[in-house]
């Protein structure tokens, strides 16, 4: 079936520094599955940070980038100077194409930011 | 306001209850879901009902029932709870396909 692994656990970054949170996934239910990223801020509901559709496309939200790489499987989420307002919990995602009504999640990664 | 709402926040109970989780969404979405993050903060799908209709069923245990009296409305019902039971239960919606909007959350403990 469809997964999705992450950078698992804690990932602490002083603010202004620079943030990479690996994602890979594996689809065999379709070749080009939606990818998606979902954040989790403290005291908030789950929600979208980015998503695409697209291979070979950018995703972009908040200061946060994900590229779409069909070769390597892969949806790293970059940003290039975090800030404190970023500790969050953020989640990976895809949804195939036998069921398009699920989306799997990875297991999320906690990011903290050191002011 | 519009969003998805769900009740309670937090259930403590013991083996062997039945409880029972509400979730409403004012989005006008058709679609909407029923997830479980468990304490490695998993999230699995465990159902998503289309205009009514159960359209994904997971393979979880029979004790778990959804119900759905209308587009807007999608409750979880858990018969006899056990141990393992203890978790975060997200509701979200969406528009079909489109982006899930999710609730906060109804965090369960079994006792």
């Known amino acids: 079936g469809d997964s999705v692994t992450q950078t698992e656990g804690q990932v602490t970054v002083s603010e202004s520094k620079s943030l990479i949170i690996n994602c890979t996934y594996s689809a065999t239910s379709i070749a080009y599955p939606n990818l998606f990223w979902y954040v989790?801020?403290?005291?908030?509901?789950?929600q979208l940070l980015?998503?695409?559709?697209?291979?070979?496309?950018?995703?972009?939200?908040r200061g946060f980038e994900a590229t779409y790489n069909k070769e390597t499987t892969s949806f790293h989420l970059q940003k290039a100077s975090v800030q404190?307002?970023?500790?969050a919990v953020y989640y990976c995602a895809l949804r195939g194409d036998t069921n398009a009504y699920k989306v799997i999640f990875g297991k999320g990664t906690h990011l903290h930011v050191l002011p | 306001e519009t969003a998805v709402f769900q009740t309670p926040n937090y259930h403590v109970t013991q083996v062997g209850n039945e409880v029972s989780f509400n979730?409403?969404?004012?989005?006008?979405?058709?679609?909407?879901?029923?997830?479980?993050?468990?304490?490695?903060?998993?999230?699995?799908?465990?159902?998503?009902y289309n205009n009514k209709q159960l359209i994904v069923n997971e393979t979880v245990p029979r004790r778990f029932s959804p119900q759905s009296s209308d587009k807007a409305h999608l409750n979880l019902r858990i018969?006899?709870?056990?141990?393992?039971?203890?978790?975060?239960?997200?509701?979200?919606?969406?528009y079909s396909n489109s982006d899930y909007t999710f609730g906060s959350g109804t965090r369960l403990l079994v006792i």
């Open chain 2, 23 to 48: 979730c409403k969404q004012t989005l006008g979405h058709d679609t909407m879901y029923w997830y479980k993050q468990d304490s490695k903060k998993l999230l699995k799908i465990m159902f998503s």
């Open chain 1, 50 to 61: 980015l998503k695409v559709i697209t291979a070979g496309q950018k995703g972009s939200s």
């Open chain 2, 79 to 94: 018969k006899s709870v056990e141990p393992e039971d203890s978790a975060v239960y997200l509701c979200a919606s969406s």
């Open chain 1, 40 to 46: 989790r801020y403290p005291g908030e509901g789950l």
């Open chain 1, 84 to 87: 404190e307002s970023d500790s």
